[in-house]
């Protein structure tokens, strides 16, 4: 039998890489090198890593031991920590800082065999102050972020999955810029424990691969909670949620759900259009309160010690978040006591519901990462979200849909977008 080139291997879905390795067919080692290999090709001009050492991911690859994520590669986003190597959180002041251990999500990683190939970048302490990534697609457009660097390396084909950490739009905005899937579990699906937080109400940590089977497979795995996966698929009662925002969908977008409905049609599902309640537009109030209050707080040392050590963006966006009143902030949390019921209202009956993943394709520049208003409201209701690559705009870019569904019922979330998912390529 004829060994896979390099370049086969690392074109392997991360369930096709670990199953071979669980048979015996390929090794863990000759992973790691394809994706070396794909790194070396392509990372001059995406810049995705912070931190990336060919000869440490060997032998991590030659140490992995047998387990279900063997033979699956990792990027992990930089503020996420890790003992083996620098955790920056995104910031110069931080730069070459070594955290004394792996956060649970990594050290499980590694447990379950997974191979942590380096940190990804990330924008300063996961808000708005660029890195250097570039988009894959198209190196004068941005990548998106927070989670800049692990769109862009599962984009550029650079690893099978990536960490993402998501406040607003953190996992779902980038991942549509990128042309990957965006997983944003149920909040607290993944123990986000050793990730520098910022908000103790929104923070979630999740995944970006390069399709939804890949999400499900990943996170089943890290959870430990086999319900989280991908089941029989069955055509699903979609809702099209336009949001209270429609206006700043741009015409990319638009024409991406479209082509999503459409699909859905076409594969026997159903696709309802739902009314926006009057209320909605509240719901991103409560986001601004309590990211605004929780934030400023989170970073309290940040923004009082290092002060004009961290970027003049950052220090920005700490001072408009602070315009949040503690008022506003306890409203918001009293009102969402109701979540379950706030997301079944909005779901109409429907299965899950289908909505912009981002305004539209990836802006042009690097100096911003672009709006995530179409995320922050489902950030802030718990529930879990995917963003399914949708197509291409006008401009030759990716752009994708979001598909969010019940708080806790991540399972039924990712078949429906795997059906959505199929469908589009059918």
Known sequence: MSRPMAEDIAALSGRESAARVAAGTLAPEAV????AARIAAREDDVQAWMAFD????????????????????FGVKDVIETADMPTGYGSAVYQGSRP???????????QFGGMVLGKTVSTEFAMSSPGKTRNPFNPAHTP??????S???????MAHAAFGTQTSGSIIRPAAYCGVVGYKPSFGTLNRTGAKPLSDSLDTIGLMTRDVRDAAFITGVLAENPAIAVGTLRPPRVGLFRTSRWALAEPATRAALERATAA???????????????????????????????????????????????????????????????ADYDAALAALKQREAIVERLLGGCDVLLTP?????????????????????????????????????????????????????????LTAAAFIEDALAS
């Open 32 to 35: 790691a090198r394809a994706f």
């Open 54 to 73: 060919a000869g440490r991911a060997i032998v991590e690859a030659k140490a992995a031991p047998a387990g279900p994520l063997a033979g699956v590669t």
């Open 100 to 110: 004394v251990a792996d956060a649970p999500v990594v050290a499980l990683t590694r």
């Open 144 to 149: 998106g972020g927070s989670s800049s660097g």
């Open 151 to 157: 769109c862009a390396a599962v984009g550029a084909g």
């Open 264 to 326: 859905i049609r076409a594969g026997g599902g159903t696709v309802v259009d739902l009314d926006v309640p009057e209320d909605f537009e509240r719901l991103y109030a409560f986001h601004d309160a309590v990211m605004g209050w929780e934030t400023p707080r989170t970073l309290a040392y940040e923004r009082n010690v290092l002060g004009d050590r961290i970027s003049p963006i950052t220090r920005g966006f700490l001072d408009l978040l602070a315009r949040a009143t503690r």
């Open 357 to 413: 993943a981002a305004p539209g394709e990836a802006p042009t520049g690097l100096a911003a990462t672009g709006d995530p208003v179409f995320n922050k409201v489902w950030t802030l209701l718990h529930a879990p979200a995917l963003t399914v690559p949708a197509g291409y705009g006008p401009a030759g870019l990716p752009v994708g849909v979001q598909v969010v569904g019940r708080i806790g019922a991540d399972g039924d979330t």
